[in-house]
């Protein structure tokens, strides 16, 4: 079983940049995809961006030129890079992973990113 640990959310103003890290640990070979939802209460959990074990990744339509998703392969880690920072980013962020192609998807517990001057 895999579990996932995020780290890296806080408080940041406007246009400023944070970083995020997500941990996988567990048995396992290698991890298929791994990426970021984020949900603010009241709404529904949104994808934010997704990398996958061949290099390629994904990212929504509202975060492109502003976030950026690394994968770490050597270290299972995963970091999503968010710079120009808005008050709508505001959010709990959640890392996940599919381990398997079509595979139930494993979350973290989530950080919360918070945009405020």
């Known amino acids: 079983q895999v579990e996932l640990v995020e780290s890296g959310g806080g408080l940041v103003q406007p246009g400023g940049s944070l970083t995020l890290s997500c941990l996988a640990s567990?048995?396992?070979?290698?991890?298929?995809?791994m990426g970021w939802y984020r949900q603010v209460p009241g709404k529904q959990r949104e994808l934010v961006a997704i990398?996958?074990?061949?290099?390629?990744?994904h990212y929504e339509e509202y975060v492109k030129g502003r976030f950026t998703i690394t994968r770490d392969f050597a270290n299972d880690r995963v970091y999503l890079r968010m710079d120009d920072l808005k008050p709508e980013d505001t959010a709990n962020y959640f890392c996940f992973t599919e381990p398997r192609f079509g595979e139930t998807r494993i979350w973290g517990r989530g950080t919360q990113v918070t945009v405020s001057s």
């Open positions: 990398g996958y074990e061949g290099g390629s990744v």
């Open positions: 567990g048995r396992f070979f290698k991890l298929f995809a």
